[in-house]
């Protein structure tokens, strides 16, 4: 089955467990399900391709899903496994996770079938600034506020955002996840991982394990892997494994993530990190370890390699790395998820707190962010954990109960 099917396919498993929880009906899962509305477009960019100039067309993406508790929300993704399906399901995990912070935000999400890497930086500003152009219409300060997500980053912001303040005068809160200089507000960039250690620390703390005994792998070295490993690092936890899109990189005695930062920005690539030896990506997974984190895409965990996991806890800090059927062989063997709508909350809350920062034209320090991140991820896990308890369910269940229940209040209030 490919990627698509199998995001949404889980996402849909995960719902209906949650809505028969809460004994939904028809027409209100049917409400709760479906698009708000999807647009899709074609992004002309010149290529320069052996000293030649040709037209590529692209297509991107916008899946905004529900707006009940706030503007649509949600980042933008440059890959080239983009499409409608799986843009569909993201859009709607950041209803839930909006809903489970409880922020004033719905979900949205976004992006292009496209790879980065082939790009040169003119090409990819020239992709960046067609894209908003074309999106100009439905989004908006009020409306939905787009972010980073896989294959974009500060920069792709910047450019979106001057794209945007064409038309619309100064618009520093059209996204979220920019440059400091332009609005960003500090410790965003390192929110998404920061929170992840923060909860991955707390839930490691209720199974007994401590950060000297823990032994720790993580999947996919981006934005979120790399701050997360930072983060957990500084905790006293010992990182034995990382990865990136090339392969895995191991060392039993803990790997030093400031020399893993060093020969990552010096050769672009983990692979060759001195004093570890190689590992596959797959066969990353199934290394003996306490905590695994997958920081990469969808669907690394299936039914085909979850009998192989051998790690306690999972932090799910992707969207959507545990396929359901794996859940279940993980639930039943008593192995912990932290779920992604929980463990990687931290992004979108700290986009909340630079929209917010945005609006007051009043900018905090990064302690008074990260600080107001950890306290709101406490409570919220907080609640999940005594739900979950209370109700002798899962921390995903529990946590899409507590969204959901949120969701359709706010749809009944608002009536439609
Ligand atoms: N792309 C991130 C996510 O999947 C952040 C979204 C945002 O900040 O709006 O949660």
């Keep these: 089955m490919d990627k698509k099917c199998i995001c949404q396919e889980t996402q849909r498993h995960f719902l209906n467990k949650a809505f028969d929880r809460l004994k939904l009906k028809g027409a209100q899962r049917e409400l709760l399900l479906s698009s708000f509305r999807e647009t899709r477009i074609t992004v002309p960019v010149t290529l320069r391709h052996n000293g030649e100039n040709t037209l590529h067309t692209f297509q991107g993406y916008r899946v905004q899903h529900n707006h009940a508790r706030g503007p649509f929300k949600g980042g933008l993704?440059?890959?080239?496994?983009?499409?409608?399906?799986?843009?569909?399901?993201?859009?709607?995990?950041?209803?839930?996770?909006?809903?489970?912070?409880?922020?004033?935000?719905?979900?949205?999400?976004?992006?292009?079938?496209?790879?980065?890497?082939?790009?040169?930086?003119?090409?990819?500003?020239?992709?960046?600034?067609?894209?908003?152009?074309?999106?100009?219409?439905?989004?908006?300060?009020?409306?939905?506020?787009?972010?980073?997500?896989?294959g974009t980053n500060p920069q792709v912001m910047a450019w979106m955002l001057d794209e945007y303040s064409k038309t619309h005068g100064y618009r520093t809160a059209i996204v979220t996840g920019k440059p400091v200089e332009l609005g960003g507000s500090a410790g965003r960039l390192e929110a998404t991982g920061y929170g992840v250690a923060h909860l991955a620390h707390k839930v490691a703390e209720t199974i007994s394990l401590t950060p000297e005994h823990s032994r720790v792998v993580i999947q996919g070295f981006g934005n979120v892997g790399s701050h997360t490993a930072i983060a957990l690092a500084s905790k006293g936890y010992k990182i034995i494994a990382l990865s990136d899109v090339n392969g895995g990189v191991v060392n039993e005695t803990g790997i030093l993530i400031d020399h893993a930062l060093r020969h990552i920005a010096e050769n672009g690539t983990l692979t060759g990190l001195s004093g570890c030896s190689s590992v596959s990506n797959a066969d990353l997974l199934e290394l003996p370890c306490e905590i695994l984190v997958p920081a990469a895409l969808e669907a690394t965990i299936t039914c085909d390699n979850a009998g192989a996991i051998q790690a306690k806890l999972i932090v799910e800090a992707a969207n959507m790395p545990v396929?359901?059927?794996?859940?279940?062989?993980?639930?039943?063997?008593?192995?912990?998820?932290?779920?992604?709508?929980?463990?990687?909350?931290?992004?979108?809350?700290?986009s909340y707190y630079e929209w917010v920062q945005n609006l007051q034209q009043f900018p905090w320090d990064r302690e008074t962010v990260l600080a107001r991140l950890e306290s709101r991820l406490s409570r919220t896990y907080d609640a999940v954990s005594v739900l979950a308890n209370e109700q002798q369910i899962d921390l995903r269940c529990a946590a899409y109960e507590l969204a959901i229940r949120r969701v359709e209040h706010a749809v009944r209030l608002r009536g439609f």
Excluded at 115 to 142: W, Y
Aim: glycine residues 10%; contains cysteine; charged residues 20%.
């Design 323 to 350: 396929t359901h059927g794996a859940d279940e062989q993980l639930q039943q063997r008593g192995v912990v998820i932290v779920p992604d709508l929980l463990a990687n909350v931290g992004g979108v809350l700290a």
């Design 77 to 150: 993704r440059f890959h080239p496994d983009v499409n409608m399906g799986e843009i569909r399901a993201l859009a709607q995990l950041m209803t839930w996770k909006t809903a489970l912070v409880d922020i004033p935000f719905g979900g949205a999400k976004g992006g292009v079938s496209v790879d980065p890497q082939q790009l040169n930086e003119t090409e990819l500003e020239e992709l960046s600034r067609r894209f908003c152009q074309k999106m100009a219409p439905i989004i908006g300060v009020h409306e939905d506020i787009p972010a980073p997500d896989i």
